[in-house]
């Protein structure tokens, strides 16, 4: 249908801190109080343009964390966390920006690694993600 969602419960998580956490909305990655840790998921993309969103939630007072979101380990898209209120659990979605995935020959080249990695950590935690949802322009 021209769109992928990565969920939260659905991505392998790197590091000692960072892990799915239940809320009363669903579920998120949380508890990201080392920027090293990361997550990833394994996808299938086409070729072609997609709009890259993420569903985030930041406490006010540790806005300002960069994030980056990678394919195949090359960074495609970074954004710097906004607060979005004074909790932990108030989620916005955000453009992440625009992510043109090429074509190849090969028969596995639809399949990518997306990555979620953090370069520094501004306040309390880097930020609560709840998904990643690629859009087909």
């Known amino acids: 249908d021209g769109q992928l969602t990565l969920l939260a419960t659905e991505a392998a998580i790197e590091g000692k801190l960072l892990r799915v956490e239940q809320h009363a909305g669903g579920s998120n990655l949380g508890y990201w109080l080392d920027p090293k840790d990361s997550a990833s998921w394994p996808v299938v993309l086409e070729p072609g343009t997609w709009q890259l969103r993420a569903r985030l939630a930041c406490a006010n007072a540790s806005a ?3 994030i980056h979101v990678r394919l195949d380990g090359q960074s495609v898209a970074n954004y710097t966390v906004a607060g979005t209120g004074e909790g932990w659990h108030n989620y916005n979605e955000v453009v992440l920006g625009e992510v043109s995935v ?13 990555q979620l990695t953090a ?19």
């Open 119 to 137: 370069d520094n950590k501004s306040g309390e935690a880097v930020v609560n993600v709840e998904r990643l949802v690629w859009v087909k322009r």
């Open 102 to 114: 090429n074509t190849t020959k090969d028969a596995t080249a639809n399949d990518h690694t997306v």
């Open 64 to 66: 300002g964390s960069r």
